[in-house]
């Protein structure tokens, strides 16, 4: 058997470049978050796009999820840490979750970020149809998402991402 001509290598070689090209740009490239509207727990409207030039991160949690319970402590931490210099947490209860329990809960645990429902579960579905708990986002100051964390994120990971994303330029 003779060996394959060089071009016939380069060939195969360009084109498995451009496949991983391509997956990357489909599976690690920051895409946008959705343009989701919640009611906070206090009857306030927020939306994604109302906190474009901040860091953002999306928390989908219930109060019947022990994980979820466990990390927010962490992450009371974390936005009073980065708040100051334009971080905005947004805790989003799973539609399940009945709002007596929610409100009970951030009032209990003094909650200092926003808190929101998803009774339709609108807001899980437009993020990717978000079913398990906790699935956490960050988000950009240009509205992309940056990394998304099914369970509990590790949290010095998170610190330094959000660190990383509030020295960018808005």
């Not at 380069?10 to 343009?35: M, Q």
């Not at 960050?138 to 994120?153: A, S």
Request: hydrophobic residues 45%; charged residues 25%.
């Amino acid at each position: 058997m003779r060996a394959a001509p060089r071009a016939v290598v380069l060939i195969v070689a360009l084109a498995a470049g451009a496949i991983a090209s391509t997956i990357y740009a489909a599976f690690v490239r920051s895409k946008a978050a959705p343009d989701v509207s919640f009611s906070t727990i206090d009857g306030k409207p927020l939306s994604t796009a109302g906190l474009r030039g901040k860091v953002v991160l999306v928390n989908f949690w219930a109060t019947s999820c022990a994980t979820c319970v466990n990390e927010m402590p962490k992450l009371v931490e974390t936005y009073r840490k980065h708040r100051a210099r334009g971080f905005e947490t947004v805790a989003v209860a799973m539609r399940y979750d009945p709002p007596n329990y929610v409100l009970a809960y951030a009032e209990r645990a003094a909650l200092p970020f926003k808190v929101a429902l998803d009774p339709r579960g609108e807001a899980a579905r437009r993020f990717g149809d978000v079913a398990l708990t906790p699935t956490t986002f960050v988000i950009d100051r240009q509205g992309r998402i940056v990394k998304r964390y099914v369970g509990e994120p590790d949290f010095r990971e998170l610190d330094a991402l959000v660190e990383e994303k509030l020295a960018e330029a808005g």
